[in-house]
């Protein structure tokens, strides 16, 4: 949580500004992901200030932005449209209508929090280091790509200016940095942009354009906790979309966290990121919001503009709020293609740029990975796109390592040593039956796993079928370099298993259905 007394105060003027960066470049992604769901902009921009406070007071990375995010808001397009035709088919319309769908979309954000902050309590946020470096690759490239594709649509042919401020931000955006950076390039580029288009009247798509804020003027999100969360019903139609709502903000989130670790060389906290994110759509889901979670993009923005401390995100979600409440006709007048240029600029630093020079090097199953979770990411969607990384890259792991191999050696006394190398797991078992000669073997055989290592149920069964087959040939089969878990599984199946006791024997658990 933030602590003011620890706040380091040296970074504080850096705070401050790029929050400030962050809250204007937070209005339109907001507006334009209230669209996508078919609600009032009010609903994200009221979710980007309730979930980017909490997350920012007790989240698991100081500085990270959360809001309203596209990812999110597809899932909820099909809520919305099961909730829409089950209200007109009861006799709703108008603003009953709109209502009764919003219903059903905040209780989405309440039990999509709850389920996030069953995660954080499981301490499931550990998870995500199982997601490979080349699908964090892919996943970061194909956001950057999403996040490109997503301000094509405020291109229109008859607007020159938009062409030609599109190109003056990004430039403002490059070069500022390398002659200062006392003050953020994307607050300047806010600034100077909206002046000169404001005095030169310019004609050019405005934030105001998008949506009317000033019929907005002075709302504060109110309490009120939804009609349907008694119903068991409503109950049962939002579930999965929740779920799905959960799993989707929970990975890009842990991701987003993943990608700014990497950035900063430190750490943050999974769990408390998963307890905080679910925190906050809970409180969305009470306060007429729609659910969310990290925002990528305003998170690179904020980090690159010197937003390190929890300041930085509070100062967002603040400025936000009060924009909305009391500068909506400053919000109006400022130009669609400066946010659009910032969006351009943090793709293009969000892009892994350097993952051109790894395909070069790394092996070609993990290229596969990195290509194929960007296309995934950017054709579908970030969930499937993770998932999908780390099934692939689990088969090419288990393709890489399905095979076991052996050495064959004998003692004086005409033992025969089978010097076992490699792991013995589902993938490799019918390659580890093959090396024994059971029938032509000595009366003496011994296992030696001082190199190898049984990692699941299917290479305990493998050890029990090899084992009975020495037993059933009336010969002496001996364990060594087994880990105790090993032994007792071996036990617990009945095998009459002679075990070479030694100081150094390993001491793994076998990933095991007992």
Not at 215 to 228: E, N, V
Not at 395 to 403: G, P, T
Not at 409 to 429: H, M, N, Q, R, V
Not at 438 to 463: H, M, P, Q, Y
Request: charged share 15%.
């Amino acid at each position: 949580m933030f602590d003011i007394k620890k706040y380091d105060t040296s970074n504080l003027k850096n705070d401050l500004l790029s929050g400030l960066v962050v809250a204007v470049a937070l209005v339109p992604e907001a507006i334009a992901f209230s669209f996508i769901v078919d609600v009032s902009p009010i609903v994200g921009l009221y979710s980007a200030f309730i979930l980017g406070l909490i997350t920012a007071l007790f989240g698991g990375k100081p500085g990270m932005i959360s809001g309203a995010t596209g990812s999110v808001a597809v899932v909820l397009v099909g809520l919305a449209l099961e909730a829409k035709a089950l209200l007109i088919s009861q006799g709703a319309s108008g603003d009953a209508l709109a209502f009764g769908i919003m219903q059903y979309i905040t209780l989405a954000a309440v039990m999509a929090g709850a389920f996030q902050i069953l995660a954080g309590v499981l301490k499931l946020g550990k998870f995500i280091r199982l997601v490979p470096l080349p699908a964090i690759y892919g996943f970061v490239n194909g956001l950057a790509i999403v996040i490109a594709m997503a301000q094509f649509k405020f291109f229109h042919s008859d607007d020159t200016a938009m062409f030609v401020l599109v190109i003056v931000t990004m430039a403002i955006m490059f070069f500022l940095p390398k002659l200062t950076k006392a003050v953020p390039s994307g607050l300047i580029a806010i600034i100077a942009l909206t002046l000169g288009v404001y005095f030169l009247h310019v004609s050019t798509m405005l934030v105001g354009d998008l949506a009317n804020l000033s019929a907005f003027k002075g709302q504060l999100p109110s309490f009120h906790i939804p009609d349907t969360i008694l119903s068991f019903d409503a109950i049962m139609i939002v579930l999965p979309y929740a779920f799905i709502a959960a799993m989707v903000g929970l990975i890009e989130s842990l991701l987003t966290l993943s990608v700014l670790d990497e950035m900063s060389d430190t750490r943050g906290s999974a769990n408390k990121e998963c307890i905080a994110l679910g925190a906050g759509n809970m409180a969305c889901g009470v306060f007429g919001g729609m659910p969310g979670c990290a925002m990528i993009g305003q998170s690179i923005i904020n980090f690159t503009s010197g937003g390190l401390g929890r300041l930085s995100g509070l100062t967002a979600a603040i400025g936000l709020m009060i924009l909305v409440a009391s500068l909506t006709d400053t919000l109006n007048i400022i130009p669609i293609a400066v946010l659009v240029g910032i969006m351009f600029m943090v793709s293009i630093g969000t892009f892994e740029w350097s993952s051109f020079s790894h395909l070069k090097h790394m092996p070609k199953e993990d290229a596969f990975v990195v290509v194929s979770v960007t296309l995934i990411t950017v054709f579908a969607d970030l969930a499937t796109a993770v998932i999908a990384g780390v099934i692939i890259s689990a088969l090419v792991f288990a393709w890489k390592h399905a095979r076991i191999f052996a050495k064959v050696t004998f003692t004086e006394d005409g033992t025969k040593i089978y010097e076992l190398d490699g792991p013995l797991f589902f993938a490799s078992t019918a390659s580890f039956m093959d090396i024994f000669d059971v029938e032509n073997d000595s009366e003496r055989v011994i296992l030696e796993f001082k190199n190898a290592r049984v990692l699941d149920s299917s290479g305990i069964e493998a050890l029990n079928v090899i084992t009975k087959k020495y037993e059933d040939a009336d010969k002496t089969l001996m364990l060594r370099h087994l880990s105790r878990d090993c032994k007792e599984l071996l036990i617990k199946a009945g095998r009459h298993c002679t075990f070479v006791e030694a100081a150094d024997d390993p001491r793994y658990k076998v990933a095991y259905n007992y």
